[in-house]
C-alpha cells in the first residue's frame, strides 16, 4: 500500500490536489466503465471493460461477472490488479478541456455471501439506476452465491494517478500525477453503510 503521508512533488500545490480530487469525482460520476487488467497463472495479461460502482472512503469499485470469465478466473489466482478509467470529452470533435482519464491499482476479490446483503441493492442501483431495467436486469442474490455461475467482485484501490494536464498543456508529453489515497474525494451517503 502506498505511504499516503509522502509528500507531494514541487510542482503540486493545495489548489493542484484539490483540483485533483475535484476531477477524481468527475470521472468516478462521468465515467460508465472501467478497464480492468490482470494476469493469468501462465503470465498472460487481459484486459477486461466493465461497469462498475465506486465506493469512496476508502476507494472501492464493485463489478459483477462469471466466474468463468477469463478476469474473474485470474482474480482467483492473482488478486493484484490495474485498471483505468477516462472520459473522452464530447460526442463529437475533440474537446481536450474535456478528456479526462485515471489508472489505478488495487487488490480484488469476489464479495463472499456473508457481504453480499451489504453491496448487492447499491451495485445494481448505480449499475441501473432506472427502475424497470433494474427490475428486469438485476440478479438476485442467490444467483450471486456458490453454486451459480455469477459473483460482485470489490476492488480496493491502493493507489490512483491522474493525467497532469496542467504540464500536457505546455509541452504535450502524456504524464501522470499519484493523488495519495488519503485525499479521495468521500461518498458519505455510501461510505457509513457499505
Not at 474473474?72 to 470529452?89: E, K, N, T, W
Request: net charge negative; with cysteine; glycine share 6%.
Amino acid at each position: 500500500m502506498p505511504d499516503s503521508t509522502r509528500p507531494l512533488p514541487p510542482h503540486v500545490t493545495a489548489a493542484d490536489l484539490e483540483s485533483m480530487a475535484d476531477r477524481t469525482r468527475r470521472l468516478l460520476d462521468g465515467a460508465r466503465y472501467l478497464n480492468l487488467a490482470t494476469v493469468s497463472q501462465e503470465g498472460r495479461p487481459w484486459v477486461a471493460t466493465l461497469e462498475y460502482a465506486w465506493l469512496g472512503d476508502p476507494l472501492r469499485f464493485l463489478f459483477g461477472s462469471a466466474t468463468s470469465s477469463q478476469h474473474s478466473r485470474d482474480i482467483a489466482s492473482s488478486p493484484r490488479v490495474g485498471g483505468s478509467l477516462f472520459l473522452s470529452g464530447g460526442s463529437t470533435g475533440l474537446d481536450i478541456a474535456a478528456v479526462d482519464g485515471a489508472q489505478f491499482t488495487g487488490t480484488c476479490s469476489e464479495i463472499d455471501a456473508a457481504d453480499l446483503d451489504r453491496y448487492h441493492s447499491f451495485f445494481y442501483k448505480a449499475v441501473l439506476p432506472d427502475e424497470r431495467q433494474r427490475a428486469q436486469w438485476m440478479l438476485p442474490q442467490s444467483s450471486l452465491r456458490q453454486p451459480a455461475e455469477h459473483r460482485i467482485y470489490l476492488i480496493e484501490v491502493d493507489q490512483w494517478w491522474l493525467i497532469d494536464t496542467r504540464t500536457w498543456e505546455q509541452d504535450r508529453i502524456d504524464r501522470r500525477i499519484e493523488l495519495p489515497v488519503a485525499d479521495f474525494p468521500r461518498r458519505d451517503a455510501v461510505s457509513s453503510s457499505v
